[in-house]
C-alpha cells in the first residue's frame, strides 16, 4: 500500500474527502531535489475561460450534440483544431517567457480535450500534466487545471460539489480543489470554480452562486482551520462581480487593504477606468478573477499583491484578444463563435493571471 502524506491524510479526515487523488511522498522529494524553481524566480498562476472547448464526438450521456459536424453549430475538426492552436497561442503570449505554472481552465468537456491540447507544442515542451474529474453538469462542460511537473507536485486533489437548497434544481459544475507543494517546498491550495450562470436572468440565479459560494467556503474555512496560515487562491469564472453578494457576505473576499480571510485581487480593475474580463451588451463584466488568503499578504513565505493580477488582452499595440464592437462601440472579446456563426477567434472571456514570489525576493 502506498505511503500518503501525513499532511494530506489529516486534510482529508476532516474536510471528510471522498474520491481524491493521492499522490507518493517520492515524487515530492523528487520535486525538491530538483529544485526547478530558484528564489529568484516567481510563480505563474493563469485561469482562462475557453469558450466551449468540445471534441466532436456524441457523448450520448451529455447534451453536446450542437458540438458536433451534424449540430447547430457546425463543429468539425478543423474548427476544433484551430481552437485548440488559439489557446495555446494565448498562453505561450501571456507567458512571455514565463510559462504558467498552474492554468485553471473552465468550459472544457472532458479529459480527452486537455490531452490533445496538451499534446500541442506550445504545450508539450513544458511538461504540463492535467488533472480533471468529470462534474454532473448536463452539458458535459468541466473545470480542469495543468501543472507544470518541473515546480508543481501534486499532493491531493478532489471536486467540490455544489448543493442547491432548491429541490430539482440542474446541477452545476464543480469545483476542482488542488493541494500542492511547490519546488519553493511551500504548499499552495489551489480552486478552479466556474460558479452558475446568469442565464434566466441575474436576480433569479443570484441563490445558486450563493450556493456555490458556500461550497468553496467551507472548505477554505476547513484549511484555515488546520492552519491559518495557509497559502490559498481562489480563481475561476465566478458568474459575478467581485462586488456583488455571493463574493462579498457569502464568500468574504473583501477589497484590498481590508483585514481579512480572503482578498480579492479584481477590485482595483473595477473602481479604475479599465476593461473587465468579458462584455455583454456594451457593459463589461469582471467575471474571472483571483482570490487569495491573508497568508499571500503577509509575504512570511510566499507574496503576492493587487498589482501582481493582471487581465491579458495582448501585448500593447498588438491586443490580438480584443476586436472593434461596432454594436456598442469600443471594444470587446474577440470570441470563437457570434451566435452560431464560426468567427474562429479565442473566446468570451480573456485570461487572467496571478505572479507569486517567494518571500525572499520580495525583501
Known sequence: MKRFFLVAAMLIMVLSITNCSLFRQNDASKAQSENVLTKDDFYRLMFYNVENLFDTIDDPLKKDEDFTPEGSYRWDGVKYQQKLDNIARVTMALGNGKMPDIIGFCEVENRNVLEDLNELSGFKSFDYRVIHQESLDERGIDVALFYRSGTVTPIAYRSVRVQFEEPDTRPTRDILYFKALLSSNDTLHFFVNHWPSRYGGAEKTIPYRKAAARAARTVVDSILSLNPAAHIVLTGDFNDDPDDASLVEVLEAKTPGTEARLTNFTYPYK????????????????????????????????????????????????????????????MQPNRTYWGRTFHGGFSDHLPVYLDIYPAEKTQ
Open 271 to 330: 473602481t479604475g477606468d479599465q476593461r473587465g474580463t468579458l462584455k455583454y451588451r456594451g457593459n463589461w463584466n469582471y467575471f474571472d478573477q483571483f482570490i487569495v488568503s491573508s497568508a499571500l499578504i503577509d509575504g512570511k513565505a510566499l507574496k503576492t499583491s493587487p498589482a501582481d493580477y493582471h487581465i491579458y488582452y495582448g501585448e500593447p499595440g498588438f491586443e490580438f484578444l480584443l476586436e472593434v464592437d461596432d454594436r456598442f462601440q469600443g
